[in-house]
């Protein structure tokens, strides 16, 4: 049996393997942020001669990509990117995901919506049938914090101030249980329209592209062309 972690291990790799197709000496990557992530990064390092650089979702994952050599840019400076490479605390069938475990949803969403495909990267006990078990995360101006708290309460949430944290937009999380959520692009447009949500962890408007997951039996590709087929 693998451990959690090793199958994190395991799905870092087969990302690695994944991207290297795309590596050129002008591809730059995107990159999130994660345990997952983390081992990614680590992998990732040992080919940072074949490829430009890389856009990164927490200043946790430039400082890591920086530490092993991976020239690090600002999205200003950048246009297109071939992959955005990710974890998720939830994925579901449709691959519409749950973020911001770590607290980086925002800057997930905006490099990810540069890129030209995004690869979630997760272990088993993330894919789920109905997104919601874990507490949606969403990023809150500070000074709307108890407003925007009331209107999550209205939606049938139990938000809870993660406390002690920051983000690196200088806002911060309400974590939201009790959500269950059918029909997830709406909730996502609905959250995102209260005054003072920064943007909140439900990524079903735009999902993943591909997710690879990590099994027992072996890292699983799963395609949202598949998906599709399997739906008609
Ligand atoms: C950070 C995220 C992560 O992708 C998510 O929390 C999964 O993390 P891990 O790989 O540590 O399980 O959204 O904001």
Redesign the pocket.
């Known amino acids: 049996m693998f451990t959690q972690d090793e199958l994190?291990q395991n799905v870092a790799r087969a990302a690695v393997q994944y991207v290297l197709p795309f590596l050129k000496p002008d591809t730059i990557l995107g990159v999130?942020?994660?345990?997952?992530?983390?081992m990614f990064i680590d992998a990732l390092a040992v080919h940072k001669d074949r490829f430009q650089g890389a856009v990164s979702?927490?200043e946790r994952s430039s400082a890591r990509m920086k530490a092993l050599g991976i020239s690090v840019f600002d999205l200003n400076q950048v246009e297109s990117m071939p992959l955005y490479v990710?974890?998720?605390?939830e994925v579901d069938h449709d691959l519409c995901m749950i973020?911001?475990?770590?607290?980086?949803?925002t800057r997930?969403k905006i490099v990810a919506s540069v890129a030209d495909r995004f690869i979630c990267?997760?272990?088993e006990s993330?894919l789920v049938n109905t997104l919601g078990r874990f507490p949606l995360?969403v990023e809150v101006v500070p000074m709307a914090r108890e407003a925007v708290a009331r209107r999550l309460i209205r939606l049938d949430g139990r938000p809870g101030l993660r406390e002690g944290f920051i983000t690196d937009n200088g806002c911060e999380i309400l974590d939201v249980s009790g959500l269950i959520i059918d029909a997830p692009a709406e909730l996502e447009q609905t959250i995102n329209n209260i005054p003072g949500v920064v943007s909140c962890?439900l990524f079903a408007l735009s999902g993943a592209d591909i997710v690879l997951l990590s099994t027992q039996k072996g890292v699983r590709q799963i395609d949202r062309l598949q998906v599709g087929d399997l739906e008609s």
Not at 32 to 38: H, I, L, M, N, R
Not at 99 to 105: D, E, P, R, S, W
């Open positions: 994190k999130g942020t994660g345990s997952t992530v983390d979702s927490s990710d974890g998720a605390d973020k911001g475990g770590g607290g980086a949803l997930e990267i997760a272990d993330k995360p962890g």
